[in-house]
T-cell receptor
Framework: DTGVSQNPRHKITKRGQNVTFRCDPI?????LYWYRQTLGQGPEFLTY????????KSRLLSDRFSAERPKGSFSTLEIQRTEQGDSAMYLC??????????????FGPGTRLTVT | LAKTTQPISMDSYEGQEVNITCSHN???????ITWYQQFPSQGPRFIIQ???TKVTNEVASLFIPADRKSSTLSLPRVSLSDTAVYYC?????????FGAGTTVTVRA
């Protein structure tokens, strides 16, 4: 257990439905990241936050995806009008930036999304 | 962003040392080299990070030659529980770029 929690762990939804995932990072960490991982591939970066500010979004993050981190604590990732291609593991990670020379991200267990 | 190349898979037996070499010919001067481990149905876990020469922690050692165009992760005396995917990352330490990694299978 890294201290990063994600809920739900599994989500099955029908195509066209909206889904929302939650990530609770390690409390003192100021950076929070979202990744997506499909079967047989490594995780792909989606977006990240410094406190409550969203710093960057990957081009993988279409307009149907939105992420928030209100108050700089937990984060939510919402997918609107889900498509079968959205089926993947969604991973959240957090880190404490500022420790010179080492950038270690702590990953949660992920939320596995299945779109039927 | 430096591209990395590592073997797709490696097999080993319990008690042996496993060495995974990663090539990163285009590594930039400021880039660190980082390795993550991932078990099935879990998120990746940081193993080790280095810039040059050798780094050792309680889990692994990382060997980096002077030209830094490659690195080798060494796992001493592996056990069945070390069966996992191992990723070599170079470059941006914020927006991590994972390749397909190396699947290490440890057999009894």
């Amino acid at each position: 257990d890294t201290g990063v929690s994600q809920n739900p762990r599994h989500k099955i939804t029908k195509r066209g439905q909206n889904v929302t995932f939650r990530c609770d990072p390690i409390s003192e960490h100021n950076r929070l990241y979202w990744y997506r991982q499909t079967l047989g591939q490594g995780p792909e970066f989606l977006t990240y936050f410094q406190n409550e500010a969203q710093l960057e979004k990957s081009r993988l993050l279409s307009d149907r995806f939105s992420a928030e981190r209100p108050k700089g604590s937990f984060s939510t990732l919402e997918i609107q009008r889900t498509e079968q291609g959205d089926s993947a593991m969604y991973l959240c990670a957090s880190s404490l930036v500022g420790w010179e020379g080492r950038y270690e991200q702590y990953f949660g267990p992920g939320t596995r999304l299945t779109v039927t | 962003l430096a591209k990395t190349t590592q073997p797709i898979s490696m097999d080993s037996y319990e008690g042996q040392e496993v060495n995974i070499t990663c090539s990163h010919n285009n590594i930039a001067t400021n880039d660190y080299i980082t390795w993550y481990q991932q078990f099935p149905s879990q998120g990746p876990r940081f193993i080790i990070q280095g810039y040059k020469t050798k780094v050792t922690n309680e889990v692994a050692s990382l060997f980096i030659p002077a030209d830094r165009k490659s690195s080798t992760l060494s796992l001493p005396r592996v056990s069945l529980s070390d069966t996992a995917v191992y990723y070599c990352l170079v470059g941006d330490m914020e927006k991590l770029s994972f390749g397909a990694g190396t699947t290490v299978t440890v057999r009894a």
